[in-house]
């Protein structure tokens, strides 16, 4: 149990949570593809509400990975220099997921 705890990382923990949540990943995908508006955003993430874009902008602005932008009437999201960073996990995951979907069954919906 020991050799256990000593891999345990709260930093990682934390990192895998916060992409893990439900639509995080997919948001954060959407606004490395360049989404900013809040319409395009969740336009571009099927089965997306207004509400649950809503919470995990605000959770992702409160961290430091987004920042709200509101210098037009237009309310407008930019992922910070810390947001950008996860350009090539997001890119790896991808690949792991090709991977995963021609040799494994469906994962169940949640």
Same mark, same amino acid.
């Given at each position: 149990?020991?050799?256990?705890d000593a891999d345990y990382c709260p930093h990682f923990?934390?990192?895998? %949570? ?20 809040? *319409? ?8 997306? *509400? ?11 602005? %409160?961290?430091?990975?987004? &920042? ?7 309310? &407008?999201y930019y992922l910070t220099d810390v947001g950008r960073q996860i350009q090539p996990v997001m890119d *790896?995951?991808?690949?792991?997921? %090709? ?9 169940? *919906?949640?």
């Amino acid at each position: 149990m020991e050799e256990r705890d000593a891999d345990y990382c709260p930093h990682f923990h934390r990192a895998i %949570e916060l992409i893990g949540r439900r639509w995080t990943g997919a948001i954060l995908q959407s606004m490395l593809g360049g989404q900013t508006r809040f *319409s395009d955003i969740r336009d571009s993430v099927p089965g997306l *509400s207004d509400r649950m874009l809503a919470e995990r902008l605000k959770e992702l602005d %409160e961290i430091g990975v987004v &920042n709200r932008c509101t210098e037009t009437r237009d309310v &407008n999201y930019y992922l910070t220099d810390v947001g950008r960073q996860i350009q090539p996990v997001m890119d *790896s995951v991808a690949v792991w997921a %090709e991977q995963l979907a021609g040799q494994a069954p469906p994962l169940p *919906s949640t």
